[in-house]
């Protein structure tokens, strides 16, 4: 099997001195939100490669990737899945049947197994391109695409919920600004830092690629409302003097 291969490789790759900065990093120790997870000590790039070697490997396979104990390992399966999905999405495939029913088969899978993309990295490097690229092209699938979305942001999984809303960093480059504002609406007051940041995330990239005008408009009915956090994010490219406006109000 592929994903045998994937994972002898992956594990042969370890680096001590990487996996403690990394388990630091994403925050691993004992009552923090990645709390249990393990590092192999591999940086992206490195997964990234194998990524391209492996291109080929079944659909079937990575579910073996996804449910590993090792977080690089589970990128690696997400990022196989973001590989195939951008293969059957390009221009001439966007209303190709047999990519569509193979996007629709990649989208499935990744919903499927979202609980293990369990870290912020394995859902940013993932949603966007998986989730929020599919909110754009033609489907099959007879749920609604606002259906797929309230299931992810009304779970009672932080992971989840960030998929909701970082999907739409897509679908703002495209020049849609309806998910980011439903979705952020929806976690302005959510209670975790890693949410406050997202949220503002996706409205700064919301108002960079659809309209200032319209985070304007979103910052005025909710600035009062929503974390510091959040605002500094979301305010992050306006000028200074804008910037020190909105942060007095």
């Not at 449910?67 to 990022?79: A, D, I, K, M, S």
């Not at 992971?159 to 970082?166: E, G, N, T």
């Not at 304007?216 to 510091?228: C, E, G, K």
Request: include cysteine; charged fraction near 25%.
């Amino acid at each position: 099997m592929f994903a045998d291969e994937i994972i002898s490789r992956m594990k042969s790759m370890q680096n001590e001195e990487q996996r403690r900065i990394l388990s630091g990093f994403f925050k691993t120790g004992e009552g923090e939100y990645g709390a249990g997870d393990v590092f192999l000590g591999i940086k992206v790039p490195q997964t990234r490669e194998i990524v391209k070697e492996f291109k080929s490997i079944p659909l079937n396979e990575i579910p073996v990737l996804l449910q590993n104990p090792w977080h690089e390992v589970r990128l690696c399966g997400f990022l196989l899945l973001v590989s195939k999905f951008e293969a059957n999405s390009t221009q001439r495939k966007l209303t190709d049947e047999k990519s569509i029913v193979m996007r629709d088969e990649i989208l499935q899978m990744y919903l499927k197994y979202a609980e293990y993309a369990n870290n912020w990295d394995l859902v940013d490097l993932s949603a966007p391109k998986i989730l929020g690229k599919w909110l754009i092209v033609p489907t099959n699938i007879k749920t609604t695409k606002k259906q797929i979305l309230d299931a992810l942001a009304f779970s009672d999984n932080l992971w989840k919920q960030r998929m909701s809303i970082v999907s739409s960093w897509m679908t703002s480059r495209h020049g849609d600004p309806g998910y980011c504002i439903r979705y952020a609406e929806i976690h302005l007051r959510h209670s975790h830092d890693l949410m406050h940041k997202a949220v503002g995330w996706m409205l700064r990239e919301m108002g960079k690629n659809v309209s200032m005008d319209l985070l304007r408009d979103f910052l005025r009915r909710n600035v009062h409302i929503m974390s510091r956090t959040t605002l500094r994010y979301a305010i992050e490219k306006m000028p200074e003097v804008e910037r020190q406006y909105w942060l007095k109000q």
